[in-house]
């Protein structure tokens, strides 16, 4: 069984800054993509930023220069440092890790159960 964990979330004024985290447990062979999502009310959930098991970052637009995804391949986490925060930035924001159970198995989606962040103006 594989478990992954967000931490981190709360309450900021717009303006300030958050970090969140997420670790994968259980039985892992290998983690390659990391992500995470992000899902307000009403609307779809996006993707916020992605890094590959190299390390090459992605963002979504209304991100750049604000949010840093980085992660500890050792300890099977990611993270997002969240800075600048504005009130439009307030959704659960969700972690997936795109994981290798064996080296014999085919690459499998995971997903926690998210954290809210609430951004107030």
């Known amino acids: 069984q594989v478990q992954v964990v967000e931490s981190g979330g709360g309450l900021v004024q717009a303006g300030g800054s958050l970090r969140l985290s997420c670790s994968a447990s259980?039985?892992?062979?290998?983690?390659?993509?990391m992500a995470w999502y992000r899902q307000a009310p009403g609307n779809q959930r996006e993707m916020v930023a992605h890094?590959?098991?190299?390390?090459?970052?992605n963002y979504a637009d209304s991100v750049k220069g604000r949010f840093t995804i980085s992660r500890d391949n050792a300890k099977n986490t990611v993270y997002l440092q969240m800075n600048s925060l504005k009130p439009q930035d307030t959704a659960v924001y969700y972690c997936?890790?795109?994981?290798?159970?064996?080296?014999?198995?085919?690459?499998?989606?995971?997903w926690g159960q998210g954290t809210q962040v609430t951004v107030s103006s």
């Open positions: 890094i590959t098991i190299g390390g090459t970052t």
């Open positions: 997936n890790a795109v994981i290798k159970l064996s080296p014999y198995t085919q690459l499998k989606d995971f």
């Open positions: 259980g039985s892992i062979f290998n983690i390659y993509n």
